[in-house]
């Protein structure tokens, strides 16, 4: 099945530093990954979607300064958290959506990155 | 926006039972997804079924698309089974997602 990584796993951070999470699809072209956001014991919540080549699109609410997101390839996006401050601690989740032995339009989830800002 | 409610929000079973997690949508939507997400977060797609029924091993899926809502069924349930169950539904070119039921398998 389509797998999809992210690195890094966990980061810890200090306030004010720039933090870079990458999402990679391994055996598939990505058309389109998302990022999600998910506190503790809360659902996933979309911030922002984004297509190979072209600027991402944010959910209403998601600063684009702040989270800056780069689709380069069809096997990679970055989100950068900049001047992370200890409300951006979260749980980020990104995901990819291709094709993958015929089935069509499924999205694929990557392990997620825990970011801490102290 | 298009609202997912999920019932109920927590189970507690005993190893071996079934159970059935609900999923209810407020609108037409493009697709349903099941997703299983472990203690470490990561988040395991179960179904896609837009509608119709599918089954998986001990887990089986329906989703009823003209009356809005999915079912998941579990059967002969295991501690590895616990986690967060999450529906989400594509809407737009976007997934929406229900707030989960968290389920905890005892042995």
């Known amino acids: 099945g389509a797998v999809v990584s992210q690195h890094p796993s966990w980061v810890i951070c200090k306030s004010g530093t720039s933090v870079k999470i990458e999402c990679r699809s391994l055996d598939f072209q990505a058309t389109t990954m998302f990022w999600y956001r998910q506190f503790p014991k809360q659902s996933l919540m979309l911030m922002a979607t984004s297509n190979e080549g072209s600027k991402a699109t944010y959910e209403q609410g998601v600063e684009k300064d702040k989270f800056l997101i780069n689709h380069a390839s069809l096997t990679l996006s970055t989100l950068t958290v900049t001047s992370a401050h200890p409300e951006d601690s979260s749980f980020y989740i990104c995901?990819?959506?291709?094709?993958?032995?015929?089935?069509?339009?499924?999205?694929?989830f990557g392990p997620g990155t825990r970011l801490t800002v102290l | 926006g298009i609202q997912v409610e999920q019932s109920p929000p927590d189970l507690i079973l005993q190893e071996g039972a079934n159970s059935t997690l609900r999923c209810n949508f407020s609108?037409?939507?493009?697709?349903l997804q099941w997703f299983h997400q472990n203690p470490w977060g990561q988040l395991i797609n179960l179904f896609y079924?837009?509608?119709g029924t599918k089954q998986n091993g001990r887990l089986s899926a329906t989703t009823v698309a003209t009356e809005r809502y999915s079912l998941l069924y579990i059967s002969s349930s295991q501690t590895t089974d616990s986690g967060v169950y999450f529906c989400a539904v594509e809407y737009g070119n976007k997934l929406v997602f229900g707030a989960g039921t968290i389920l905890r398998v005892k042995s």
């Open positions: 995901s990819a959506r291709g094709y993958d032995s015929g089935v069509t339009d499924t999205q694929y």
């Open positions: 609108d037409s939507v493009n697709n």
């Open positions: 079924i837009p509608s």
